[in-house]
């Protein structure tokens, strides 16, 4: 692995590359560190350590902006706005004729779509960022507990407040993701999940650090016991959810493809291939999908709940959505379940794949052509798609596991699962893809003796 990062060093190009996404990446995170204007520095750290303390939705968006919404800095929003913008582009182009029609027509079209996609990300910055300013202002809006008379996180005009934050926090983003289009094309990974996956390793220091001084003391903060021997056990445990979530990255369920055309002599020659199904194909969509809508119900019970008049309905409905709870739970993983289907089915179209295997003269040994390859392709990635889900369910529910049974703190647990650790093993394989692909092209040995890295995209 160091003799391959030597050679990319060696190779100008990608030399550049890799200066220029490191430039890239330090921009973005200082600009997650740059306080907004009107902010109160300090009621600000005192109240987001109490909150963040806690797993509860703050903790989430702070944990995918970097730090960057513990300071409400520049970057709170982070990227997440464009990924939201993306997600319903996708989900939309199978649905809206004139979208899937612009899909079809090639790089013009699909440069539509972005644009489009450009235009949603402004309107989705509008709405989080008046709702961000809005929590500044009165946390107890979002379900969140009011700092207190004295301790009010901004300063100034609260119409002015929300106004200018509202445009620096849309043109940040918008920044970023032009940042991350100049990664994608002049530097190396895509850029926009690159962006994200630097702001979430840049909590990791954080979390080893706790995890030692938790050792040390020998004990959690909530008052679990923590030995150094359980350290190690729980860095195994990383070390093989690792392992577990590369696995389910890159596993497939090889299809076989017999293939017969016509030769330039007009011979019939035959051939076979594969059509690889993957196993986790909507990748981290359903977390990032499940964890959303689960964000709203904790905030809402919560709101209702701190009313004067609130009923006790709402006070046992905020307890039970809270993130620990076994309610929140069983909820999460049935939405994570349904997601994963959800997403194949928009995603995935066997009876085009049948009509192109047709055109193309290639056929799935003892299946007939046709509406009977359909049949056998959604029955076959049905049960492709069942172990991915079960699959992810695990993963992501094993963070809340730590949480609740050994008391690790929720910061530190995300790093063993969910959204956060799969996000990180993905582009990180994609990064590591990419610059394979450069080295081998140079003639350059790769990150890996046999073999080579399959890449993230969808064959």
Known sequence: MWRALLNAWKVKELRSRLLFTALIIVLVRFASSIPCPGVNPAALEKFMDNVTADSGVMAVIDLFSGGAMTHFALGALGIMPYITASIIMQLLVPVIPALEKMQREGESGRSKITQYTRYLTLIVCAVQGVMVA???????????????????????????????????????????TWLGEQITERGIGNGVSLIITIGIVSRLPHSVIELVQMAMKGTTPDGHVFRPVQLLLLLAVFFVVTAATILLSQGYRRVPIQMVRKSSVGRMTDGSTYLPLKVNFANVMPIIFAGAIMMFPAMLFSALARRPDAASIWTTLAVAFQHDTMTYAVVYGILIILFSFFWVANQFNPLQIADN???????????????PTADYLDTTMTKVTTGGAVFLLALALFPMFLYNTFGIPFMVAQFFGGTSLLIMVGVVLDTMSQLESHLTMRHYEGFLKSGRLRSRSNN
Not at 145 to 150: E, R, V
């Open 357 to 371: 295997l047709k055109k193309e003269g290639a056929y799935i040994p003892g299946i007939s052509p046709g509406q």
């Open 134 to 176: 809005i929590a500044m202002i009165d946390p107890s809006r979002i379900g969140l507990p009011h700092p207190g008379a004295g301790n009010e996180l901004y300063v100034g005009n609260p119409t002015l407040f929300i106004v200018v934050n509202v445009l620096v926090l849309t043109c940040t983003t918008m920044v970023f």
